[in-house]
């Protein structure tokens, strides 16, 4: 009888084993995914990772996509460039820099560009997680400063759509006065544009120099000049505004001649 007991436990245990080995091995992917995927949830203890990655990507393209809205100068013109040492170098439209220009034009090239930037930064960042992000944001330049503002971002898992992560709304903001620059850079284009031929390089040396910042320059071709504006840092990286000038082609006397 004792014995008829124990192959009954042991037939019965081997059952269960054989069971729970079944159930593990269904459900084995879903179980080594969950262990790599991202827990996705309205906890934020679980993703600080990801919520790092996200907003180290706001502050970093936050400031690449103004050095790159300074080095740019502008919006460019694909049909019109240059040749420098054998590379294609594009025109930018100056007209874009006249003091009739409204701020709003350089808050929403900026804000174009900080979406593309922004856009690199994530998508290498969080590809290894399978999830999206969604963002509103907004970028506007008060007294003395540039501010970024993030209307809340939302991270969702590519795998389970329940499985959301909302980082809410947060300001950044840089203390660097881009009104008083865009002033100066509109200051210096206008001695440009109310000029029918060269400008006298001392003119431009003395707006400078009256203004605070430095000037290089560099001519393309007879009557192309590429004019470097160097400003104060912005958080230890240089702030240059890059402006391609093209001049209009002087005319000499034995070529009106010819004409005539």
Known sequence: MQKRSQVTIFIVLGIVLIFVLGIILFLRDEIFRSELSPKISN???GFREIEEISRRCFDDSFIDSLILFSNKGGVYDPIKFSFYDGKKVPHYDYILLNKTINLEFYINHIHSIYDQSFKLCISDSLVKYNVSLEKEFKISLPSNKIKLRINNAIIKSDEDTEKVLIIPKFDHTIKYDLKEVLDK?????????????????????????????????LNLNENTVLYSLKFEDIKDKEFIFRLIWEYPKIILEEDEDEIL
């Open 43 to 45: 906890d934020k203890d």
């Open 185 to 217: 850079i509109r200051g210096f284009s206008s001695i440009l544009l109310n000029s029918k031929e060269l400008v006298p390089l001392s003119d431009l040396i003395a707006y400078t120099n009256r203004n605070g910042f430095s000037l290089s320059i």
